[in-house]
């Protein structure tokens, strides 16, 4: 799932960064991109924001809520159908903000 970013600047204008743990206990980076919802579920699209170079891949994670009201917790999704869907909306809803290659 792979675009190009069509504009500069696009980090200073946006600050909504997410920090998550990976499997390692690593604290990686994101910029928040949007939530998308598909039968019932949230998910949430990311892009790395350590990409060395101007292609980037986004990350499709499912919101899933916890005890805590104010926490959510974010899982990988492994139903390749679902991370098309949802990826198909994202592309939709940002068809004149980004520039999306598709990988054949």
């Known amino acids: 799932m792979d675009f190009e970013n069509d504009f500069e600047g696009l980090d200073e204008e946006l600050d909504n960064i997410i920090v998550l743990n990976d499997e390692d206990g690593n604290e990686v980076k994101f910029e928040f991109l949007d939530l998308i919802e598909l039968d019932g579920e949230e998910y949430i699209v990311l892009l790395p924001t350590e990409e060395d170079d101007e292609d980037g891949e ?26 098309n869907k949802v990826f ?5 809803k940002f068809k004149d903000e980004f520039n999306f290659i598709d990988e054949d």
């Open 58 to 83: 986004v990350v499709i994670l499912k919101v899933e809520d916890t005890d805590s009201e104010d926490e959510e917790s974010y899982v990988s999704v492994d139903d390749q159908e679902v991370l």
């Open 88 to 92: 198909e909306i994202f592309k939709e």
